[in-house]
């Protein structure tokens, strides 16, 4: 799927920051707070990281901080797309909390502010209705509202790009429900400000995240925790490139070597991580990704790199080494069905993604579970299929949904956790420090 045109493409932004969010305020529907010097600033950032982008159509919430954040990312832009106003983009609705601050909320209603952190689809607030008194769900709610923000826009923009300035809670739920996560998993894709996050839709594939809260265009380059996901927070990335990811080869289990782009892309993520502070290094015991690890291990020289096995790439059997037309020609039909219903896909001499997803996700989890409550940061170097998995099993997504997240060569992902073990995606497929751009340019190559 990575490498075929793709029908609508969405760019999601949050507003830059807010004076609410200064006071750590809660705003939801309230139209009262400005945005900050940095807010502004931000924003501007955000415009001249998307510029080179023609946008077919750009609208923003009704609510001032996402027009101001509009207008001053139009005003970085190539364009002559006038803003404007989707009322369906207005953020969620807290009616009982808006206005105060959030230790405020956590001392005057503990069990909706236990719901709001642990269990979002239970938040439950008493509202005036029609009928006296009623059961307002705020979390359900905005998942609906968000479904009708594409019902409404994926029919008038098929082919188009579209950028959308939103909030932090309606992106979570465009971004839920876009990849069919359902209301319970609201905290699991995080939003920071001024993030760029990437939608592609695809006529009859599942929706493909390509990208999630990238910040670095605000010099953030990898956003920060937040104040619950403090006990372990592990950093993604697929291997550089190699030959074969060039020429579209199916490489599998062939242990193929990084070539010199894939060495440079293994070096800018070196870079990338350098400052960030390292604890452990695990990696699959193939060749790309160990040689990626190790350069980015250079700038860690006291970290020792562990190597897994069950984190190898899938194997694709008698495929290994073949094209796609080769593939079709020997296997017709098949290469289609591995595109469209991947779980449904046996390897001639191979293996299915459900054993991928057994090894990979026991890899994970004994990762996870040594090194739960340190507050530890390692780094997992993999592959394509193997990445792919250990998120589609983070969102809460199966193996049909394997082509729902991009993983380009290089491309590192953030996952916190919580003490308890909740993981939350703070950032996917970042690759801004490969092309330098938002979008992944990364080669698409066969797995």
Not at 54 to 60: C, N, S, T
Not at 218 to 240: C, D, F, I, M, W
Not at 270 to 291: C, G, Q, T, Y
Request: net charge negative; glycine share 8%.
């Amino acid at each position: 799927m990575d490498d075929k045109a793709l029908a609508t493409r969405v760019i999601l932004v949050r507003h830059g920051e807010s004076t609410y969010n200064v006071e750590r305020r809660i705003q939801g529907h309230l139209d009262e707070s400005t945005l900050t010097e940095q807010g502004t600033a931000d924003a501007q950032s955000v415009g001249r990281a998307l510029k080179d982008i023609p946008f077919d159509a750009i609208y923003h919430s009704p609510l001032m901080r996402t027009r101001h954040t509009a207008e001053n990312i139009c005003q970085q832009l190539e364009t002559t797309v006038q803003p404007r106003v989707l009322d369906n983009l207005i953020e969620i609705s807290l009616p009982l909390w808006e206005g105060i601050l959030f230790s405020e909320v956590k001392e005057r209603d503990p069990q909706g502010y236990e719901n709001w952190h642990h269990y979002p689809e239970k938040l439950c607030m008493e509202v005036e209705g029609d009928n006296g008194l009623e059961s307002f769900y705020p979390v359900p709610a905005l998942y609906e509202q968000a479904q009708q923000v594409w019902q409404q826009l994926l029919p008038q923009h098929q082919g188009e790009t579209i950028l959308l300035v939103g909030h932090s809670g309606i992106n979570r739920a465009l971004l839920g429900t876009a990849l069919g996560l359902t209301p319970e998993r609201y905290h699991s894709l995080q939003q920071a400000n001024c993030n760029i996050s990437i939608l592609n839709f695809v006529p009859g594939q599942p929706t493909q995240l390509e990208s999630l809260n990238l910040t670095d265009h605000t010099g953030l380059k990898v956003s920060s925790p937040r104040q619950n996901y403090e006990a372990l927070r592990l950093l993604l990335v697929r291997h550089g490139e190699t030959d074969w990811n060039r020429q579209g080869k199916f490489q599998g289990q062939i242990d193929v070597p990084l070539n010199d782009n894939g060495r440079l892309q293994g070096q800018q993520a070196a870079d990338f991580l350098k400052d960030i502070h390292i604890d452990f290094a695990v990696s699959s015991s193939m060749l790309r990704p160990k040689e990626t690890a190790e350069l980015i291990l250079a700038h860690h020289p006291q970290v020792p790199l562990t190597v897994d096995d069950q984190l190898r790439e899938i194997s694709h059997g008698k495929w290994e080494g073949c094209l796609e037309n080769e593939i079709e020609s020997g296997y017709p039909g098949e290469l289609e069905r591995w595109q469209s219903t991947p779980a449904e896909v046996q390897m001639p001499e191979g293996e299915n993604l459900q054993q991928v997803w057994d090894r990979a996700i026991a890899a994970w989890d004994a990762i996870v579970k040594a090194h739960l409550g340190s507050g530890k940061v390692g780094i997992v170097v993999a592959h394509d299929a193997v990445n792919k998995v250990i998120l589609c099993h983070l969102a809460g997504l199966g193996p049909e949904q394997f082509w729902s997240f991009k993983q380009g060569n290089g491309a590192v992902s953030v996952i916190d956790y919580t003490a308890a073990g909740k993981p939350t995606l703070a950032a996917m497929n970042m690759t801004t420090h490969l092309a330098g751009g938002v979008l992944d340019q990364t080669a698409a190559g066969a797995l």
